[in-house]
């Protein structure tokens, strides 16, 4: 071991295949942790389920909203609802943790590449996004009998994968600028009033009109907007719209996080 | 100044070893104004343990994360390997034990441990990272179910994962019982035979006078003082009188010489009654102690003692 005490890092193509793993088993790590995390588990995956379960399958009478089941139309909503809560508390909470107890400190002193723990991150939030939706979908199916095709579903995941970026943003700028003892709180704060306003738990055309309005400016409803138009409900905008609602929210949480950063940086 | 290191003190490196890690002129101003550090300089050497003492919010901590490359200098140089602490290559050759309030509860210290090692190209063997941290037996603990000295003894093993050339130990025997203290004290005297380097910051005295080549005193962002153990109680002793030998000795005895007759004895520095005992600092004891001993025939209860190293910190760091 001594020996080796001022010999230079290993090569480039070990370096490489060094770094890939460290990602994978960041990525792993940090999934493996949140779901032994009961108070996590348990609550991102149950809150939707039984939401869904309540509102969407017992509450439902048969009707159809714009061509599409109701049990299906609300299948949207709460998906999108369920992946929301993964990367806010899956990121925000984990995040604002790990830099009140200096967690964050000792890994970014260490080889880790910086961005292999943001990857880890939004990776096991994805990861939980996709289990929420599949198991909403396996509910809606068995129990109200909606139809998704194969289709239908793919595109639900795809949405999962790129819809949990913007709400990791969101929860990354949250962990930045709210203490530590005040992130949950601050999150639940965010997130309820978000869902309800996106028109995530009950269709957004029964919310008073100023709400509609408000609703163009909530990532949670473009996100939701995109997830109907899969099951070929004729949304109030176009796809594009809402994709540029979705990029032009995380550009904004990305342009704040960068402030805090900087700012909590110069202050350690 | 190897002429004046204590036997007990003899140490593989010198002075002139390789510079492994450098500060220098570095001044930290903190966006709210404070200044934690003001034109401090500190050299590391290949192989040595130095000790970072001063009291809270002398900026021991912020010198620390500077050398880590964590946080960046107002002004000055930070050079680790003679070069950039920040790169991925230097950070390779550091390790760092915080003072980490919690690390991801639900993660196993086997996990945690394997998870550190995977970050470098030539680990620590497992087994050996865990004998050495004294980890036997709870490796499948979760990190939240661990006693506070545990946490820490994992947390050593997360800083030795790399087989570092230069170890940052902040506080790392905090919480630790005697026993654990005295087997981390011996890991890290054994990375230090083996040409590693050691900063340690403490708040025991005790483990710096122990463990350290070199102390360094910081107070209010300078270096007020630096040196072996020995050299730091002797200083730390003579700045309430004139010398500043470095054989100072505190000599404690009952006698009913007066303190002016005390005070023009050789070698005599200081000199108090304190509850019926006479404390006598003094550069030459030898000498002193004859001149005394001449003096009053019916001296008693006579003791002679190095300076505590608490004393000269608290005197060295005081106004």
Same mark, same amino acid.
């Given at each position: 071991?001594?020996?080796?005490?001022?010999?230079?890092?290993?090569?480039?193509?070990?370096?490489?295949?060094?770094?890939?793993?460290?990602?994978?088993?960041?990525?792993?790590?940090?999934?493996?942790?949140?779901?032994?995390?009961?108070?996590?588990?348990?609550?991102?995956?149950?809150?939707?389920?039984?939401?869904?379960?309540?509102?969407?399958?017992?509450?439902?009478?048969?009707?159809?909203?714009?061509?599409?089941?109701?049990?299906?139309?609300?299948?949207?909503?709460?998906?999108?609802?369920?992946?929301? =809560?993964?990367?806010?508390?899956?990121?925000? =909470?984990?995040?604002?943790?790990?830099?009140?107890?200096?967690?964050?400190?000792?890994?970014?002193?260490?080889?880790?590449?910086?961005?292999?723990?943001?990857?880890?991150?939004?990776?096991?939030?994805?990861?939980?996004?996709?289990?929420?939706?599949?198991?909403?979908?396996?509910?809606?199916?068995?129990?109200?009998?909606?139809?998704? #095709?194969?289709?239908?579903?793919?595109?639900?995941?795809?949405?999962?994968?790129?819809?949990?970026?913007?709400?990791?943003?969101?929860?990354?700028?949250?962990?930045?600028?709210?203490?530590?003892?005040?992130?949950? =709180?601050?999150?639940?704060?965010?997130?309820?009033?978000?869902?309800?306003?996106?028109?995530?738990?009950?269709?957004?055309?029964?919310?008073?009109?100023?709400?509609?309005?408000?609703?163009?400016?909530?990532?949670?409803?473009?996100?939701?907007?995109?997830?109907?138009? #899969?099951?070929?409900?004729?949304?109030?905008?176009?796809?594009?719209?809402?994709?540029?609602?979705?990029?032009?929210?995380?550009?904004?949480?990305?342009?704040?996080?960068?402030?805090?950063?900087?700012?909590?940086?110069?202050?350690? | 100044?190897?002429?004046?290191?204590?036997?007990?003190?003899?140490?593989?490196?010198?002075?002139?070893?390789?510079?492994?890690?450098?500060?220098?002129?570095?001044?930290?101003?903190?966006?709210?104004?404070?200044?934690? @550090?003001?034109?401090?300089?500190?050299?590391?050497?290949?192989?040595?343990?130095?000790?970072?003492?001063?009291?809270?919010?002398?900026?021991?901590?912020?010198?620390?994360?500077?050398?880590?490359?964590?946080?960046?200098?107002?002004?000055?140089?930070?050079?680790?390997?003679?070069?950039?602490?920040?790169?991925?290559?230097?950070?390779?050759?550091?390790?760092?034990?915080?003072?980490?309030?919690?690390?991801?509860?639900?993660?196993?210290?086997?996990?945690?441990?394997?998870?550190?090692?995977?970050?470098?190209?030539?680990?620590?063997?497992?087994?050996?990272?865990?004998?050495?941290?004294?980890?036997?037996?709870?490796?499948?603990?979760?990190?939240?179910?661990?006693?506070?000295?545990?946490?820490?003894?994992?947390?050593?093993?997360?800083?030795?994962?790399?087989?570092?050339? @230069?170890?940052?130990?902040?506080?790392?025997?905090?919480?630790?019982?005697?026993?654990?203290?005295?087997?981390?004290?011996?890991?890290?005297?054994?990375?230090?035979?083996?040409?590693?380097?050691?900063?340690?910051?403490?708040?025991?005295?005790?483990?710096?006078?122990?463990?350290?080549?070199?102390?360094?005193?910081?107070?209010?962002?300078?270096?007020?003082?630096?040196?072996?153990?020995?050299?730091?109680?002797?200083?730390?002793?003579?700045?309430?009188?004139?010398?500043?030998?470095?054989?100072?000795?505190?000599?404690?005895?009952?006698?009913?010489?007066?303190?002016?007759?005390?005070?023009?004895?050789?070698?005599?520095?200081?000199?108090?009654?304190?509850?019926?005992?006479?404390?006598?600092?003094?550069?030459?004891?030898?000498?002193?102690?004859?001149?005394?001993?001449?003096?009053?025939?019916?001296?008693?209860?006579?003791?002679?003692?190095?300076?505590?190293?608490?004393?000269?910190?608290?005197? @060295?760091?005081?106004?």
């Amino acid at each position: 071991m001594s020996a080796t005490a001022f010999t230079l890092p290993a090569a480039r193509s070990n370096s490489f295949a060094r770094t890939l793993r460290i990602f994978l088993t960041e990525a792993r790590f940090e999934f493996v942790r949140l779901l032994r995390t009961r108070a996590f588990s348990l609550a991102v995956i149950g809150f939707p389920v039984i939401f869904y379960l309540f509102f969407g399958l017992i509450m439902n009478r048969g009707e159809h909203i714009g061509g599409v089941s109701v049990a299906k139309y609300m299948l949207a909503g709460y998906a999108v609802f369920g992946m929301v =809560g993964a990367s806010l508390f899956g990121i925000g =909470g984990g995040l604002a943790s790990e830099l009140s107890t200096g967690w964050l400190e000792l890994k970014r002193a260490s080889p880790m590449p910086p961005f292999a723990y943001v990857v880890a991150k939004c990776c096991s939030a994805v990861v939980f996004g996709l289990i929420i939706v599949t198991l909403l979908t396996l509910l809606g199916i068995t129990i109200a009998h909606v139809s998704i #095709t194969p289709s239908e579903y793919a595109r639900m995941m795809a949405l999962t994968l790129v819809g949990t970026i913007p709400f990791a943003c969101l929860g990354m700028v949250i962990a930045l600028l709210v203490p530590f003892n005040a992130a949950p =709180g601050v999150i639940n704060m965010i997130y309820l009033p978000m869902s309800f306003c996106g028109g995530l738990w009950i269709p957004i055309m029964m919310l008073p009109h100023v709400l509609q309005k408000f609703a163009l400016l909530l990532p949670t409803y473009h996100l939701s907007q995109l997830v109907l138009a #899969t099951f070929g409900y004729a949304s109030a905008g176009s796809a594009i719209s809402h994709w540029f609602g979705l990029l032009g929210f995380t550009l904004v949480m990305l342009g704040v996080a960068a402030l805090a950063y900087r700012r909590l940086e110069q202050n350690s | 100044m190897s002429a004046v290191l204590d036997p007990i003190q003899a140490t593989p490196f010198t002075t002139s070893s390789p510079a492994v890690a450098t500060l220098s002129h570095i001044t930290k101003r903190y966006a709210n104004g404070v200044l934690a @550090l003001d034109d401090l300089s500190l050299t590391l050497h290949r192989g040595e343990i130095v000790a970072l003492l001063g009291p809270n919010g002398a900026g021991k901590s912020t010198a620390v994360k500077l050398l880590m490359g964590l946080s960046a200098p107002t002004s000055g140089a930070v050079r680790i390997f003679d070069a950039d602490p920040r790169h991925a290559a230097t950070r390779l050759r550091t390790g760092v034990m915080l003072q980490v309030g919690k690390a991801p509860e639900m993660l196993r210290v086997r996990e945690h441990i394997n998870i550190f090692r995977g970050y470098y190209p030539n680990p620590v063997p497992y087994a050996d990272l865990v004998r050495a941290a004294g980890l036997e037996g709870i490796e499948s603990r979760m990190f939240g179910q661990l006693s506070g000295g545990q946490k820490q003894r994992a947390l050593f093993a997360l800083a030795l994962a790399g087989d570092p050339d @230069l170890v940052f130990l902040d506080e790392p025997t905090v919480g630790l019982d005697i026993e654990a203290r005295r087997g981390m004290w011996a890991e890290i005297r054994s990375l230090a035979a083996r040409g590693k380097t050691v900063l340690l910051t403490t708040h025991y005295l005790e483990e710096a006078d122990a463990l350290a080549h070199r102390i360094v005193v910081i107070n209010k962002g300078r270096v007020i003082c630096e040196g072996t153990p020995a050299e730091v109680k002797s200083l730390g002793a003579a700045t309430t009188g004139t010398s500043t030998s470095r054989t100072l000795k505190i000599i404690r005895c009952v006698t009913e010489v007066s303190n002016s007759t005390l005070l023009s004895i050789p070698g005599v520095t200081a000199a108090e009654l304190t509850a019926g005992v006479t404390v006598i600092s003094s550069t030459e004891p030898e000498r002193t102690l004859r001149e005394l001993l001449a003096l009053d025939q019916n001296l008693h209860s006579l003791e002679v003692q190095s300076p505590a190293l608490e004393d000269a910190f608290l005197a @060295l760091t005081s106004n």
